[in-house]
């Protein structure tokens, strides 16, 4: 039995491993691409707010939409038309994040379905609050190593954890 621990213990660590680079990868990405947008619109603080957008991007649907209300906040200070451009810069870094970004960084990462990722979001949100919604993830990633390290799968199937 030891050794089956130690070996569910490891694949539990390579694919928590490979979530959070892949989280961290599209931080840095979405910060970078925030900063370099509100830098192109002239809008001040915009090395802090592409930081911001970026931390808040491991918070999964909820840290997208916070991270743009600095930057709004900000742009009233210099328009009704920055405001608008401002709002469309995030729908467009959001965008290519959602549809693009995340599906390539997450297919080399770990195989978490977007249905599951949402569905892990709000169950876990339910059950614990705030603290579920952050780790929301990262639970869902565990638990799919548990199931597929401690249920006999019968036939071929496809495992979460990319070595």
Known sequence: ????????????????????????????????????????LGIPLALSIGFLAGLTEFVPYLGPIASAIPAILVAF???????????????????????????????????????????????????FGIPGVIFAHPLMVSAMVLVEKTVAFRGPAKSLIRR
């Open 1 to 40: 039995m030891r050794r089956r621990v130690l070996n569910i213990l490891d694949a539990l660590a390579v694919a928590l491993r490979h979530w959070l680079s892949g989280v961290l990868i599209a931080m840095f990405c979405v910060g970078m691409i925030t900063w370099f947008g509100l830098w192109m």
């Open 77 to 127: 200070t210099h328009g009704a038309t920055t405001v608008v451009e401002v709002i469309g810069l995030y729908l467009l870094v959001h965008a290519i994040e959602a549809y693009i970004l995340v599906p390539i960084i997450q297919r080399r990462a770990v195989a978490l379905p977007p249905a599951l990722g949402l569905t892990a979001v709000l169950v876990f949100g339910m059950l």
